[in-house]
């Protein structure tokens, strides 16, 4: 029993003196600088913390979790029962909203000795016209963005996007969007007549109807001008048109599985034949798999189309060709989008690649 005892004992003193060595109580730990103004710029507050235990402690580090958080410490010894201070300086640019950020305080042992909380809110600014309308248009005419993209756009559902707008210019300015391209699926809504000052939305709409569907990447550009007038600027949208989310039950579904993520056809020469590899697609579902398009840029071709369809445990083995001497010299790299009726995953994209040498 004594010898039980004893090691026990031991243990238990040193974990005593290991608790005791390395104490560090920044008291509060916790600072709310409540609300703040982004234009007043950086806050700062000073911890206390106090070395309790019996043996001297130096802050090595002090790690925060965002670059807007800086902290300014002294790395002397703090000897039993001296103080020392961290000062912790928030920059709220471009930050606005609720915030909370965490520091830790590692000593020379490289253990996390104290962790440090600031907290807050930060007022936001007031943003300036270009910083709202970062694109010029020309003719005063400014825009949010350029660009909408749409992940997927369902069959027989519209999904809408805009372009803010505003005219900074003190005169009322004509606008006109000219097509150039277009995928015939695109409602545009949008004013032929805006007076100075005025803000404003261009709206778009992407709707494929159920009883002619369609699907694949849909594409629009549409120029802008003002006043008969162009600087070039163009808006583009874009998406994926697959099915819409099946009401069945989510096991009476189709899904796709693919072999390969990338085909590599290596170096080929210019001259050489028709180059050839293959994947294959399967039906790990219990419902049939049906393939809805397959795009590329033409550089390739596949034996994969539209309408194949592959009952639930089944599969397709899909070639894949590229003709070396269509192609230019260097690297081709290309994308074979596929589009299936798989609810959860109904895009993929292979990624094919090559090296074309003389």
């Not at 005063?140 to 992940?151: D, E, H, P, Q, V």
């Not at 120029?223 to 048109?241: A, F, Q």
């Amino acid at each position: 029993m004594k010898k039980q005892i004893i090691p026990l004992i031991l243990l238990l003193l040193c974990g005593l003196a290991g608790y005791a060595q390395g104490t560090l109580v920044f008291e509060p730990s916790s600072w709310n600088f409540g609300e703040i103004r982004e234009v007043d710029g950086p806050v700062s507050h000073t911890f206390t913390g106090e070395n309790r235990g019996d043996k001297p402690l130096v802050i090595l580090d002090v790690v925060t979790t965002c670059g807007c958080t800086a902290p300014r410490f002294s790395k002397r010894p703090i000897l039993p029962g001296q103080k020392t201070e961290i000062t912790v300086t928030y920059d709220p640019a471009n930050r606005p909203g609720v915030f909370s950020k965490e520091l830790g305080v590692y000593s020379s042992e490289r253990k996390k000795v104290a962790t440090l909380t600031v907290h807050g809110n930060v007022t936001p600014r007031p943003k300036s016209i270009e910083e709202l309308y970062p694109i010029d248009a020309g003719g005063g005419l400014r825009l949010t963005t350029t660009l909408n993209a749409f992940a997927y756009i369902h069959v027989g559902i519209p999904v809408q996007g805009s372009f803010g707008y505003v005219n900074t210019s003190d005169h009322p300015i004509r606008l006109a969007l000219r097509p150039v391209n277009g995928s015939g699926a695109l409602r545009i809504e949008a004013p032929t007549r805006i007076e100075a000052g005025q803000r404003g939305a261009i709206n778009v709409t992407y709707f494929i109807p159920a009883d002619q569907p369609r699907y694949g990447t849909v594409r629009d550009a549409l120029e802008v001008t003002v006043d008969n007038l162009s600087n070039g600027t163009t808006l583009v949208t874009h998406g994926i048109v697959v099915d819409p989310l099946p009401e069945m039950d989510e096991k009476a579904r189709p899904r796709s599985e693919y072999s390969e993520n990338i085909l590599k056809f290596g170096v080929v020469k210019h001259t050489g034949p028709l180059c050839r590899r293959s994947f294959t697609l399967s039906n790990t579902g219990s419902a049939e798999l049906i393939v809805r398009a397959v795009e590329g840029m033409g550089n390739i071709s596949t034996t994969l189309t539209p309408g194949i369809r592959i009952a639930p445990g089944g599969s397709f083995r899909a070639e894949v060709r590229m003709d070396p001497s269509a192609q230019d010299y260097g690297v081709m790299s290309e994308h074979l989008i596929i589009v299936t009726n798989d609810p959860v995953r109904p895009m993929r994209r292979i990624r094919v690649t090559a090296i074309i040498e003389e």
